[in-house]
């Protein structure tokens, strides 16, 4: 008789693992966090949102109910604003000294902290220090001695007499930005370059100043922002309307119309609402070039 083969039972089919949510490990974020940002988000946009909504409102709506939202929207506040040719001189006059105040910032900036990274020189450790220093002296502290230097230097009500203040005073915040970019640049690749026969100046623009892009453009956006909310130095400096910026355009314009509130506060929301949409665009940037700043 033939031996038959004993079968093994068939093993039960497993099942599978279920996949592990990503993020399962890691402990759970208490959503008194979330409450907390949302609360601080609102804190932050509330004001922001009611200029802007107080713009599309009328004057009896605003009297009536301060902190209500529009019954019926007035867009004739923003369109007598924007007909105002007195409105976009000033923000000509922003965006001439932003822009200049920018490649000022940028070019000095970058040449200064190149030498400050690269080379090495009695006193680097010195003057690194002073530029540091002078993240820790403000303009207005020095508003003072800065107004007498620029009478004298007779840039008084012109936008020369803007820009100049704020390129100095936004350089040790684009030094201490850019040294480290410019630092991490390994000095292998300098070396091939003098090898491949570039210069210096060859180096410094065809390596260097690729390399630091990112840093460039964060110290080119904060001293951009930093020129168009600049309040202090334009007060001291001019004194003609049309020399105007825009945040003093809104102050002047807030004393002209101090009975038509709600035409005060759209000539406000546009004001600001060029610099919020600038700054939100390259937010991304900003804290990308920081981020890259911190790990050279």
């Not at 038959?4 to 089919?13: F, G, I, S």
């Not at 890691?26 to 949302?38: D, G, H, Q, S």
């Not at 840093?215 to 334009?234: D, E, H, K, Q, R």
Request: proline share 7%.
């Amino acid at each position: 008789m033939a031996a038959t083969a004993l079968q093994a039972p068939p093993l039960p089919a497993s099942r599978p693992e279920p996949r592990r949510r990503r993020g399962r490990s890691l402990e759970r974020v208490n959503p008194l966090v979330y409450v907390v940002a949302w609360l601080l988000v609102g804190v932050c946009i509330g004001p922001v949102a009611y200029i802007v909504l107080g713009g599309l409102r009328t004057n009896s709506q605003i009297t009536v109910d301060p902190s209500g939202f529009p019954t019926t929207w007035e867009f004739g506040n923003y369109v007598d604003v924007l007909t105002s040719s007195l409105f976009w001189q000033q923000f000509l006059n922003s965006a001439i000294c932003g822009v200049a105040t920018t490649i000022g910032v940028v070019i000095l900036g970058v040449m200064a902290s190149f030498v400050l990274a690269r080379y090495e020189f009695r006193g680097r450790g010195a003057m690194y220090s002073l530029f540091a220093a002078g993240l820790m002296f403000p303009m207005t502290v020095a508003i003072t001695p800065l107004y007498l230097m620029i009478r004298q230097l007779g840039l008084m009500n012109s936008l020369a007499g803007i820009i100049l203040p704020q390129i100095a005073f936004a350089l040790p915040t684009t030094i201490i930005i850019l040294v480290p970019f410019l630092r991490a640049i390994p000095k292998e690749l300098e070396e091939a370059a003098s090898i491949d026969g570039a210069s210096r100046l060859g180096f410094f623009f065809r390596m260097v100043v690729p390399l630091s892009v990112p840093g460039v453009v964060t110290v080119g956006i904060l001293a951009f922002v930093a020129s168009w909310n600049s309040y202090m130095l334009p007060l001291f400096i001019l004194n003609d309307e049309g020399r105007y910026t825009l945040p003093l355009g809104v102050q002047a314009f807030a004393s002209q119309y101090s009975v038509d509130t709600a035409r005060v506060l759209a000539f406000t929301s546009l004001s600001m609402i060029p610099a919020l949409i600038f700054f939100s665009l390259f937010e991304r940037r900003i804290v990308g070039g920081l981020t890259g700043a911190v790990k050279g």
